[in-house]
């Protein structure tokens, strides 16, 4: 094997086990890899041999040794964002498009997809997780694609696409009365008790591991090169670890060249414990209770904060958040802009972006990617009475231009042009 | 104040195997007390060198995090059970 759990903190090595955290010391597991042997096997090269999807990564995630994936998840587009640059006073700008994301429109299906690899390894038959509704998505997904039975718990008031966007997998789903966090501190004690794979408790030092194939396909569809920055919308704060140890592993590696990325985070003000904690240059993260229409992201007590804010601190980058009103307005912006429809979380994350360009923190000519993590057709909701659907008219051609006078006071002329 | 304190699998082999534990404190530092004089071996999986709660334990009091409680000055009620749950981080540096 090239790859094994060891304690973050002690060092312990727990070789391949479903388990996240060190009994000696109670700290989380990290995969930590053998680079030497991995070095000849992940090369531009040999990458550029493989399918376009996340698998062309494999030398790099925690897989077994007979792995054959069965869904060609992720490589999903690194859009130039000219438009939306435009905007929001940027000039080089990109977009990492998870919204369309394989199997189920999010970045989520890149975690799953490793988690599931595992759980079969281990021979585990139950695969479960607690989610805030995408994770739901993806985990029941794969599961019914590789014959695991799942139990996917959420809190009950969750966006109905995202209910129904798992039952229709056919999963077993607990609707729990209470916050994210009470239902992923209750996931702990249930994966304490029952021999299942929760793929974010006790699979989730492999699933985080997924998350990585963000940062190597960032690498590779800018030709092999490192961003300035990089923008990426935090709940439980893995993402953005995962994309720096991604690119750190690349330098290690020497597909690209060494150079200083600034990581930059992206809340919701209603639920903001990393953002918070980076303004107030505290290490810590107190625990909030969210309160936002950014649902995905609505983890008031971060696992993963304490590593989110190290790392954002350590690049020179820095954490912003924004109202749920301007979440709709950041939404409407990057669809009016990009042709790209995302979720509320994609919302923080384009707000956020035009915030940190008007506070200099990013400056125009560097090289930005936005992470878009999700798709927007699962959070419909939020865009209610934005859009009225207008009274219909008659299939005759004078209906129509009567139509496009009364509406279109201002450009009435280019009409006649035409 | 008597309390219920349930232990997770991972740190049940330095309770002898118990999983559930009766205590008598009022406050969050009485009961660690209470736990360490009692298991021995518990106490630095409670608190780190400088006698803060580890960084990946939670605790919760009724379901609720006690961060959100007044945190080492919530006053314990008779009948609080206590719950101790490690944080399941999975991230890098």
Same mark, same amino acid.
């Given at each position: 094997?090239?790859?094994?759990?060891?304690?973050?903190?002690?060092?312990?090595?727990?070789?391949?086990?479903?388990?996240?955290?060190?009994?000696?010391?109670?700290?989380?597991?990290? /995969?930590?890899?053998?680079?030497?042997?991995?070095?000849? %096997?992940?090369?531009?090269?040999?990458?550029?041999?493989?399918?376009?999807?996340?698998?062309?990564?494999?030398?790099?995630?925690?897989? +077994?040794?007979?792995?054959?994936?069965?869904?060609?998840?992720?490589?999903?587009?690194?859009?130039?964002?000219?438009?939306?640059?435009?905007? #929001?006073?940027?000039?080089?700008?990109?977009?990492?498009?998870?919204?369309?994301?394989? +199997?189920?429109?999010?970045?989520?299906?890149?975690?799953?997809?490793?988690?599931?690899?595992?759980?079969?390894?281990?021979?585990?038959?139950?695969?479960?997780?607690?989610?805030?509704?995408?994770?739901?998505?993806?985990?029941?997904?794969?599961?019914?694609?590789?014959?695991?039975?799942?139990?996917?718990?959420?809190?009950?008031?969750?966006? +109905?696409?995202?209910?129904?966007?798992?039952?229709?997998?056919?999963?077993?789903?607990?609707? #729990?009365?209470?916050?994210?966090?009470?239902?992923?501190?209750?996931?702990?004690? #249930?994966?304490?008790?029952?021999?299942?794979?929760? /793929?974010?408790?006790?699979?989730?030092?492999?699933?985080?591991?997924?998350?990585?194939?963000?940062?190597?396909?960032?690498?590779?569809?800018?030709?092999?090169?490192?961003?300035?920055?990089?923008?990426?919308?935090?709940?439980?704060?893995?993402?953005?670890?995962?994309?720096?140890?991604?690119?750190?592993?690349?330098?290690?590696?020497?597909?690209?060249?060494?150079?200083?990325?600034?990581?930059?985070?992206?809340?919701?003000?209603?639920?903001?414990?990393?953002?918070?904690?980076?303004?107030? %240059?505290?290490?810590?993260?107190?625990?909030?209770?969210?309160?936002?229409?950014?649902?995905?992201?609505?983890?008031?007590?971060?696992?993963?904060?304490?590593?989110?804010?190290?790392?954002?601190?350590?690049?020179?980058?820095?954490?912003?958040?924004?109202?749920?009103?301007?979440?709709?307005?950041?939404?409407?912006?990057?669809?009016?802009?990009?042709?790209?429809?995302?979720?509320?979380?994609?919302?923080?994350?384009?707000?956020?972006?035009?915030?940190?360009?008007?506070?200099?923190?990013?400056?125009?000519?560097?090289?930005? /990617?936005?992470?878009?993590?999700?798709?927007?057709?699962?959070?419909?909701?939020?865009?209610?009475?934005?859009?009225?659907?207008?009274?219909?008219?008659?299939?005759?051609?004078?209906?129509?231009?009567?139509?496009?006078?009364?509406?279109?006071?201002?450009?009435?002329?280019?009409?006649?042009?035409? | 104040?008597?309390?219920?304190?349930?232990?997770?699998?991972?740190?049940?082999?330095?309770?002898?195997?118990?999983?559930?534990?009766?205590?008598?404190?009022?406050?969050?530092?009485?009961?660690?007390?209470?736990?360490?004089?009692?298991?021995?071996?518990?106490? +630095? %999986?409670?608190?780190?060198?400088?006698?803060? #709660?580890?960084?990946?334990?939670?605790?919760?009091?009724?379901?609720?995090?006690?961060?959100?409680?007044?945190?080492?000055?919530?006053?314990?009620?008779?009948?609080?059970?206590?719950?101790?749950?490690?944080?399941?981080?999975?991230?890098?540096?």
């Amino acid at each position: 094997m090239t790859y094994e759990l060891r304690c973050r903190e002690c060092q312990k090595s727990w070789g391949n086990q479903p388990r996240s955290i060190c009994d000696e010391c109670f700290s989380p597991l990290e /995969v930590s890899y053998d680079y030497d042997a991995i070095r000849p %096997h992940f090369t531009r090269e040999r990458i550029a041999q493989g399918a376009p999807n996340m698998w062309r990564y494999s030398a790099l995630l925690p897989l +077994p040794e007979d792995f054959r994936p069965t869904l060609p998840v992720g490589f999903t587009p690194l859009l130039e964002a000219p438009r939306l640059a435009k905007q #929001i006073g940027a000039k080089n700008l990109y977009v990492k498009n998870d919204a369309v994301c394989l +199997p189920t429109l999010s970045f989520k299906d890149r975690v799953v997809a490793v988690a599931l690899a595992q759980a079969k390894e281990f021979g585990l038959d139950t695969v479960a997780c607690s989610s805030t509704g995408n994770l739901a998505n993806s985990t029941a997904a794969q599961a019914a694609r590789s014959g695991f039975k799942s139990w996917i718990f959420i809190p009950a008031d969750l966006e +109905p696409a995202k209910i129904l966007g798992t039952q229709i997998f056919g999963a077993k789903l607990v609707r #729990i009365a209470g916050s994210y966090d009470q239902v992923n501190r209750l996931c702990s004690q #249930i994966a304490d008790e029952r021999r299942w794979g929760f /793929v974010n408790v006790n699979l989730r030092p492999y699933y985080a591991e997924g998350s990585k194939t963000v940062g190597f396909e960032i690498a590779e569809q800018l030709g092999w090169r490192l961003p300035d920055n990089v923008l990426v919308p935090m709940a439980g704060g893995s993402l953005i670890t995962k994309i720096k140890k991604a690119f750190d592993e690349l330098i290690l590696l020497g597909l690209v060249t060494p150079k200083p990325v600034k990581f930059f985070g992206a809340q919701a003000t209603g639920c903001s414990p990393i953002s918070t904690a980076v303004k107030a %240059h505290r290490d810590e993260i107190e625990p909030q209770k969210a309160a936002t229409i950014a649902r995905s992201l609505a983890i008031g007590n971060p696992a993963d904060g304490h590593y989110a804010i190290k790392a954002i601190n350590k690049s020179g980058g820095w954490a912003e958040d924004v109202s749920d009103a301007e979440v709709v307005e950041s939404i409407q912006l990057l669809a009016e802009t990009e042709g790209v429809f995302t979720e509320t979380a994609g919302g923080v994350t384009v707000g956020c972006a035009a915030k940190l360009y008007k506070q200099d923190r990013i400056l125009p000519d560097e090289t930005t /990617v936005l992470c878009i993590t999700g798709n927007g057709l699962k959070t419909t909701d939020v865009l209610a009475g934005q859009y009225q659907a207008e009274a219909a008219i008659a299939p005759k051609l004078r209906d129509f231009n009567n139509y496009l006078e009364q509406t279109l006071d201002v450009t009435a002329a280019e009409t006649v042009e035409v | 104040m008597s309390i219920t304190v349930q232990i997770p699998t991972a740190l049940r082999r330095l309770t002898t195997g118990k999983a559930q534990i009766e205590c008598v404190a009022a406050n969050l530092n009485e009961l660690f007390s209470a736990l360490d004089s009692q298991f021995p071996d518990l106490k +630095p %999986h409670l608190r780190d060198e400088a006698g803060e #709660i580890r960084r990946f334990l939670n605790v919760y009091v009724n379901e609720e995090d006690i961060r959100f409680l007044g945190g080492t000055d919530y006053a314990f009620q008779d009948g609080d059970e206590v719950l101790l749950v490690p944080s399941i981080a999975g991230g890098a540096e």
